[in-house]
């Protein structure tokens, strides 16, 4: 990134001590017999502190993005450490066999472990290392999507937008998430095709973060000049929102969509998609999908999946999803709702905590 400065004692010196304050609390509060999960890329030092002082405790450990190639995660100048920080568990989450397969070459490279059939050998101790969809509470999404406010909600946006081509989306506004690449792929679009520029709108939620400012007015350029070019009185072909909306708006508006865009240059699971799909039962609207996005692996043959750096594949993408027919909408929507069922929250946490005792057992038997 352009903003980096290359190697800040200080900033590893404050991870480390703040790892080894969440060590400390976890050493307090443990019993034998517990099972320790660590999660995500701030705590990766994490679990080799807690083996270091709980030898014998049930540690597994979950990475909530994605993990990169040897050859870029190599570039780290505490590569080693993050690695042995993560390998003091008993089991190594990660989201998708790509990430599964890096992690596990970049240790070997790094590290000079000897791999098993599920993971790797680290000082005479097998850690397996694991491929975990994450899902969401479907259950728990489809409650709150039954509420009333939402079905109001849902009847007031038809109203509002009738007529119109709905296209909606929600992310966080970081050069990772591709929000400029999905602005200029839906301008790529609306030159390309001219009959729908006065019947599209495109409504992006944006939600702020520390590197906003740069990259807000990179976006801005790109909404003000669709907006200047296809934008009437009456019509504005771009709708942004620098801010979150509440829950039940935000359902309303995937209950409402014609499509969703996810351009996610790389991410985890998104699971913005997961909740789109449940609240499309009624429409079965189209998911157009990063192949960036972990999420992408499961959905793959339900979703227009496109390469979010190539604006013209978002633009035929977009107006794929708009001129759909009613089976083939319905025949994708059934293939996706099927993967959102079965990769739930809770098979995803099942599956992980089963696996850490699996392994844990193993290891102590050996």
């Given at each position: 990134?352009?903003?980096?400065?290359?190697?800040?004692?200080?900033?590893?010196?404050?991870?480390?001590?703040?790892?080894?304050?969440?060590?400390?609390?976890?050493?307090?509060?443990?019993?034998?017999?517990?099972i320790?999960?660590?999660?995500?890329?701030?705590?990766?030092?994490?679990?080799?502190?807690?083996?270091e002082?709980?030898?014998?405790?049930?540690?597994?450990?979950?990475?909530?993005?994605?993990?990169?190639?040897?050859?870029?995660?190599?570039?780290?100048?505490?590569?080693?450490?993050?690695?042995?920080?993560?390998?003091?568990?008993?089991?190594?989450?990660?989201?998708?066999?790509?990430?599964?397969?890096?992690?596990?070459?970049?240790?070997?490279?790094?590290?000079g472990?000897?791999?098993?059939?599920?993971?790797?050998?680290?000082?005479?101790?097998?850690?397996?290392?694991?491929?975990?969809?994450?899902?969401?509470?479907?259950?728990?999404?489809?409650e709150?999507?039954?509420?009333?406010?939402v079905?109001?909600?849902?009847?007031?946006?038809?109203?509002?937008?009738?007529?119109?081509?709905?296209?909606?989306?929600?992310?966080?506004?970081?050069?990772?998430?591709?929000?400029r690449?999905?602005?200029?792929?839906?301008e790529?679009?609306?030159?390309?095709?001219?009959?729908?520029?006065?019947?599209?709108?495109?409504?992006?939620?944006?939600?702020?973060?520390?590197?906003?400012?740069?990259?807000?007015?990179?976006?801005m350029?790109?909404?003000?000049?669709?907006?200047?070019?296809?934008?009437t009185?009456?019509?504005?072909?771009?709708?942004?929102?620098?801010?979150?909306?509440?829950?039940?708006?935000?359902?309303?508006?995937?209950?409402?969509?014609?499509?969703?865009?996810?351009?996610?240059?790389?991410?985890?699971?998104?699971?913005?998609?997961?909740?789109?799909?449940?609240?499309?039962?009624?429409?079965?609207?189209?998911?157009?999908?990063?192949?960036?996005?972990?999420?992408?692996?499961?959905?793959?043959?339900?979703?227009?999946g496109?390469?979010?750096?190539?604006?013209?594949?978002?633009?035929?993408?977009?107006?794929?999803?708009?001129?759909?027919?009613?089976q083939?909408?319905?025949?994708?929507?059934?293939?996706?709702?099927?993967?959102?069922?079965?990769?739930?929250?809770?098979s995803?946490?099942?599956?992980?905590?089963?696996?850490?005792e699996?392994?844990?057992?193993?290891?102590?038997?050996?």
């Amino acid at each position: 990134m352009p903003q980096w400065h290359g190697w800040e004692k200080s900033a590893y010196e404050a991870t480390l001590a703040t790892c080894r304050r969440f060590a400390d609390r976890v050493v307090d509060t443990y019993r034998e017999g517990d099972i320790i999960w660590v999660n995500d890329y701030h705590l990766m030092l994490l679990p080799r502190l807690l083996r270091e002082r709980l030898p014998s405790a049930k540690i597994g450990f979950f990475l909530h993005i994605p993990f990169p190639s040897s050859e870029i995660f190599r570039c780290l100048h505490v590569r080693k450490d993050l690695l042995e920080g993560m390998l003091g568990a008993d089991v190594v989450g990660l989201q998708t066999f790509a990430y599964k397969r890096h992690f596990v070459q970049t240790a070997k490279s790094v590290l000079g472990l000897e791999g098993t059939s599920t993971g790797l050998i680290v000082d005479g101790r097998r850690v397996v290392v694991g491929q975990y969809a994450m899902g969401l509470d479907p259950a728990g999404v489809e409650e709150k999507w039954s509420n009333a406010s939402v079905g109001e909600l849902i009847d007031f946006l038809g109203q509002k937008y009738a007529g119109k081509h709905v296209l909606v989306a929600r992310d966080k506004l970081d050069h990772v998430k591709g929000v400029r690449q999905k602005m200029l792929g839906y301008e790529e679009f609306l030159v390309k095709n001219p009959e729908f520029a006065a019947s599209t709108v495109l409504i992006q939620i944006a939600l702020t973060t520390a590197e906003h400012n740069e990259l807000q007015v990179q976006v801005m350029d790109v909404v003000n000049r669709i907006n200047s070019r296809f934008g009437t009185i009456e019509h504005q072909p771009v709708v942004f929102f620098h801010n979150d909306i509440p829950y039940n708006h935000y359902l309303a508006l995937l209950s409402t969509a014609d499509a969703m865009l996810i351009t996610s240059l790389r991410d985890g699971m998104n699971l913005t998609s997961h909740e789109y799909v449940i609240c499309q039962r009624d429409k079965k609207s189209p998911l157009i999908l990063s192949e960036f996005v972990g999420t992408y692996g499961t959905f793959n043959g339900g979703a227009l999946g496109i390469n979010p750096m190539d604006t013209r594949a978002i633009a035929q993408a977009i107006r794929e999803a708009l001129v759909m027919g009613d089976q083939e909408k319905q025949d994708r929507w059934n293939f996706l709702h099927r993967q959102v069922l079965s990769n739930s929250a809770t098979s995803f946490v099942s599956s992980l905590i089963a696996d850490i005792e699996r392994a844990h057992a193993e290891a102590t038997a050996a």
